[in-house]
């Protein structure tokens, strides 16, 4: 059974940072590109990160890019995001997501909730 | 502000048919056979129900259904049930580093 289980989340001000992981399993970690995507409080979708499988390209929506980090570590099954740099708007529900075909995702995590205030 | 547009809201009785539309642009929607639908209910991971516009992974029932016209796409649900009820997304591949993957904001179907 596939399981993504996410973790790192909580309260930080802004200005901080945060590491969420994804722990994977159930299935090839390492076949597989990953995405975090977001979910602000009563508001749609937003994917904010890629990664291939092999770890060598990422990419990033333009609201996070210089200041999140996408990586994974296939040994582990491990997927991260290092956020730094953190603002109120970043405050969200954060899910890791495997994808498939056609750029869908057909695996997502439980989501771990982040908010920044002070 | 999302960049596919869909309805915030919808409502069928059971039985009926409903189509939740996704308004996008000749850069992602127009462009790409690559439009996914999630079903979410309060407070769970969304679900992939659509992929690739009208293919439906295994154990979705044969209910929901999608297509495509241009710079639009539709996800029709029928024979609705009380267990449709939920936060449906779309998505479409958007062929860029920085627009990767793009979504709607979301519909909520009710079920009356």
């Known amino acids: 059974e596939v399981q993504l289980v996410e973790s790192g989340g909580g309260l930080e001000q802004p200005g901080g940072s945060l590491r969420l992981s994804c722990a994977a399993s159930g299935f090839t970690f390492s076949g597989y590109e990953m995405k975090w995507v977001r979910q602000a409080p009563g508001k749609g979708l937003e994917w904010i990160s890629y990664?291939?499988?092999?770890?060598?390209?990422?990419y990033y929506a333009d609201s996070v890019k210089g200041r999140f980090t996408i990586s994974r570590d296939n040994a582990k099954n491990s997927l991260y995001l290092q956020m730094n740099s953190l603002r109120a708007e970043d405050t969200a529900v954060y899910y890791c997501?495997?994808?498939?075909?056609?750029?869908?995702?057909?695996?997502w995590g439980q989501g771990t909730l982040v908010t920044v205030s002070s | 502000q999302s960049a596919l547009t869909q309805p915030r809201s919808v409502s069928g009785s059971p039985g009926q048919s409903v189509t939740i539309s996704c308004t996008g642009h000749?850069?992602?929607?127009?462009?790409?056979?690559?439009v996914s639908w999630y079903q979410q209910h309060p407070g769970k991971a969304p679900k992939l129900i659509i992929y690739g516009v009208n293919l439906r992974p295994s154990g979705v029932p044969d209910r929901f259904s999608g297509s495509k016209s241009g710079n639009a796409a539709s996800l029709t649900i029928s024979g609705l049930q009380a267990e449709d009820e939920a936060d449906y997304h779309c998505s479409s591949y958007a062929g860029s580093s920085t627009s990767y993957v793009v979504f709607g904001g979301g519909t909520k179907l009710t079920v009356l």
């Open positions: 997501a495997r994808s498939t075909g056609h750029y869908a995702t057909d695996y």
């Open positions: 990664i291939t499988g092999s770890g060598l390209s990422a």
């Open positions: 000749s850069t992602d929607v127009g462009a790409y056979n690559h």
